[in-house]
Nanobody, 117 residues
Framework: QVQLVESGGGLVQAGGSLRLSCAASGIIFSRNAMGWYRQAPGKQREQVAAITTGGNTNYADSVKGRFTISRDNTKNTVYLQMNSLKPEDTAVYYC???????????WGQGTQVTVSS
């Protein structure tokens, strides 16, 4: 059974930082691209950052220079370091796994990030 479990969300003031973690089980982690998505109330889900099996990364324009995605294949975990947080970063953040860098097939339950102004 595949499980993706996010942690690290919470309430933070604008300008602050949070580090999200997503622990994966039931998959061969190193063979999956991993992504972070977010969904704010009333908005569509959007991809925030992604990292391929080879370690290549890409970011949404809105978070470039502030967020960093990384992975530790020895711990089956992907991270999202979020700095200089803004109120507009408030959302539920989800991690997702894409086998063999294909489509995102597996999803976590999400973790709430709230940034106060």
């Amino acid at each position: 059974q595949v499980q993706l479990v996010e942690s690290g969300g919470g309430l933070v003031q604008a300008g602050g930082s949070l580090r999200l973690s997503c622990a994966a089980s039931g998959i061969i982690f190193s063979r999956n691209a991993m992504g972070w998505y977010r969904q704010a109330p009333g908005k569509q889900r959007e991809q925030v950052a992604a990292i391929t099996t080879g370690g290549n990364t890409n970011y949404a324009d809105s978070v470039k220079g502030r967020f960093t995605i990384s992975r530790d294949n020895t711990k089956n975990t992907v991270y999202l370091q979020m700095n200089s947080l803004k109120p507009e970063d408030t959302a539920v953040y989800y991690c997702a796994a894409a086998p063999w860098d294909g489509g995102y097939k597996y999803w976590g339950q999400g973790t709430q990030v709230t940034v106060s102004s």
